[in-house]
């Protein structure tokens, strides 16, 4: 989400955008795929397609987000609230 933000927020300098191209959101949920997959080995967590459930636990995450009006600094620049 903090990516989504930053790519979309004019306040974020191109440089900035530019180095966040290689942060993509899909490749953050992969990266975490692996270690997913050995939790689930070891029954600490649900079983199901990895890439699905992480996405659903952010998704959870930014809504609770949402909610509460959590505000967001990036850049050192308070952005509006998600």
Same mark, same amino acid.
């Given at each position: 989400?903090? #990516?989504? $933000?930053?790519? !979309?927020?004019? +306040? &974020?300098?191109?440089?900035?955008? $530019?180095?966040?191209? +290689? ?5 953050? &949920?992969? +990266?975490?795929?692996?270690?997913? &997959?050995?939790? $689930?080995? &070891? ?17 959870? #995450?930014?809504? !609770?987000?949402? $909610?509460?009006? #959590?505000?967001?600094? #990036? ?8």
């Amino acid at each position: 989400m903090l #990516i989504h $933000q930053a790519n !979309v927020s004019d +306040k &974020i300098p191109e440089k900035a955008k $530019q180095l966040l191209t +290689k942060h993509s959101e899909e490749n953050s &949920i992969e +990266k975490l795929v692996p270690f997913f &997959i050995k939790e $689930q080995e &070891i029954r600490e967590f649900c079983e199901g397609n990895p890439t699905r459930l992480l996405n659903c636990y952010f998704s959870v #995450i930014t809504e !609770v987000m949402l $909610q509460e009006g #959590i505000p967001v600094e #990036i850049a050192g620049e308070r952005m509006s609230t998600f």
